[in-house]
């Protein structure tokens, strides 16, 4: 994420009608310290996104638990849309005590209504009217939407 900061800047210099991020996967073959610096200085680049402008969020294959636990806790807040396939969809769950830790059958394909489950978790949870990421005059994203790609379909 070298370019993080050069597209900081850059942010000043022109009005993006949306901003659409991605990245943050490859931070998991960095320390957690290095990992939790990174992040912090994302968000600090989405609070300089005017809150007129959307910012979508497209998460890629992650393994670690805790690191996804934390990118939900301490990103999507800050986001108004985010991209995930089923996978990343069932990190997310198992990591945040979602309501489904495998969203597969035994044929390994997808449970459509194992998803919409935990979409409507992801969206309950994190969306607009969290009760668990409270909204505050520093952040007033609103997660409303969601992307989803099944792959095994």
Known sequence: ?????????ALSS???????LSGLHML???????????VQDFIGMLKTVPETTP?????????IVPYVKHIADQVFSFVDSIGLNEQELELVSQSA???HRKLTNIQGLADTAKVCDTLFWLLKTYGGKSVIIPR???NNRRLDSLSVSIMSL
């Open 1 to 9: 994420m070298a370019t993080l900061e050069a597209f900081t800047a």
């Open 14 to 20: 022109f009005a993006p009608d949306i901003v659409v």
């Open 28 to 38: 998991e073959g960095e320390t957690e310290e290095f990992r939790e610096s990174r």
């Open 55 to 63: 910012i979508h969020l497209e998460l890629a294959s992650m393994a």
């Open 97 to 99: 005590n979602g309501p």
């Open 136 to 138: 505050s005059s520093a």
